[in-house]
């Protein structure tokens, strides 16, 4: 491997990097630089439009540089598909840095990461916080765990211990954390991760809320509860294990078969309504949509593919047998089919939003509690109950 080549690419990245989200600490940087990514890549999937799956495009064996090239990107990658034809994903870099930079990384400190993947956020990690700090990582996959493990090891890091297990019961051999990070998207932040954060400890994670995912970080205040804000709009895979609430994630085209169907082909349209939802911003169209998520358990994420975020569509699905029915947004477009009240439900709640002045989600708050029923609620608080915790959204 010609280092000269890899250093050349790897420090374009970190500029692109650098323009996306800045660096808060120069050892971040530093630790980007430090790790090769290619380390982490062995292969690059994407989808065949023929075959209609994922398969092999790119790997070092085809052409070096073009690989390089690939891999030393700021992108997301499809970098293994598993026996069950599973798909995983190495994020982007400057995902990873911003997730740093909402932990406030230091030297020396004790980090867990739930969802290893392919180790090269480990890695990074495991640069920042130097010799005296430690990194504790969870894998649930067996065959991404082998792999990975090799990769750690390859590297010769001596300050990463890696489990094969559920991330969702963190790791208590190695409690407390100064840091946890979690490196898929979680529809619980569990009790365990709780209780394994030190007092002031920070957990960034992204948090989905009946599809809708958002990036947030949040500071132990007490012994069972965590504060802090929501940020921004995000694309992860979901974590798995006894914590994974399936009703919290997105549901694909394979999943609804019969919606996508009606998506494709007999849907009505309200043109009234997607003019309203065409006059928005981006930033405002985006904040309705989590408010939805937040506030209504009847809202949905549906999208058509794993590796796309666009055809995605937001809103309504009730589930009713016979009278069932959808009311969703792709982008501007508002569809809907079967029982009006879905249509009708996901109009009411935007002149709800509307009513409360269009709260912006990145100035959104929330709380995290160890799971309780007696918590009252303000004029502009949502409660979300989940399997192992409760929480608290506040729109100011």
């Not at 640069?127 to 969870?138: M, R």
């Not at 939805?292 to 995605?312: F, H, T, W």
Request: hydrophobic content about 35%; proline content about 3%; aromatic content about 12%.
């Amino acid at each position: 491997m010609p280092r000269n080549l890899v250093s050349h690419f790897k420090k374009r990245m970190v500029k692109d990097m650098a323009v996306r989200i800045p660096f808060k600490e120069e050892i971040y940087k530093e630790a980007f630089l430090s790790v090769d990514r290619h380390c982490f890549i062995k292969e690059i999937y994407g989808y065949d439009e023929h075959l209609l799956d994922f398969k092999i495009m790119d790997n070092l064996s085809s052409n070096e540089e073009d690989f390089l090239r690939r891999v030393y990107s700021d992108s997301s990658i499809l970098y293994f598909k598993d026996s069950e034809g599973k798909l995983s994903s190495v994020s982007m870099p400057s995902v990873v840095s911003a997730m740093i930079n909402l932990s406030e990384m230091k030297r020396g400190e004790k980090v867990l990461e739930i969802g290893a993947g392919s180790g090269y956020s480990t890695a990074v990690f495991s640069s920042i916080v130097g010799e005296n700090g430690f990194v504790c990582a969870t894998e649930i996959s067996k065959e991404i765990f082998e792999i990975t493990k090799k990769n750690l090891d390859n590297c010769s890091l001596e300050n990463i211990h890696i489990e094969n297990n559920d991330g969702g019961f963190g790791v208590e051999d190695f409690a407390p954390y100064d840091r946890i990070i979690v490196s898929c998207t979680t529809a619980d932040i569990t009790s365990h991760w709780i209780k394994q954060l030190k007092m002031g400890g920070i957990l960034v994670a992204p948090l989905v809320t009946r599809g809708y995912q958002v990036m947030v970080s949040l500071k132990k205040i007490d012994e069972d509860v965590l504060s802090g804000n929501v940020y921004w709009p995000v694309r992860f895979f979901p974590l798995s294990g006894k914590f994974s609430i399936i009703s919290h994630y997105s549901f694909s085209s394979r999943e609804l078969k019969s919606m996508k169907k009606i998506i494709e082909s007999t849907p009505n349209t309200d043109e009234e309504f997607s003019e309203e939802i065409r006059s928005l911003s981006s930033d405002t169209l985006k904040s309705f949509l989590f408010f939805l998520s937040v506030k209504n358990q009847n809202a949905i994420c549906y999208y058509p593919r794993e590796d796309i975020s666009d055809g995605m569509g937001y809103g309504i699905f009730l589930r009713t047998g016979n009278m069932s029915g959808f009311s969703l947004l792709f982008g501007s477009k508002s569809i809907y089919w079967g029982n009006m009240e879905s249509h009708n439900m996901l109009k009411a709640e935007f002149k709800f939003y509307k009513s409360m002045g269009m709260p912006n989600l990145y100035f959104s708050k929330i709380k995290v509690f160890i799971r309780r029923d007696d918590y009252p609620l303000g004029e502009r608080e949502f409660l979300v109950k989940r399997r192992d915790s409760l929480t608290l959204f506040s729109f100011d």
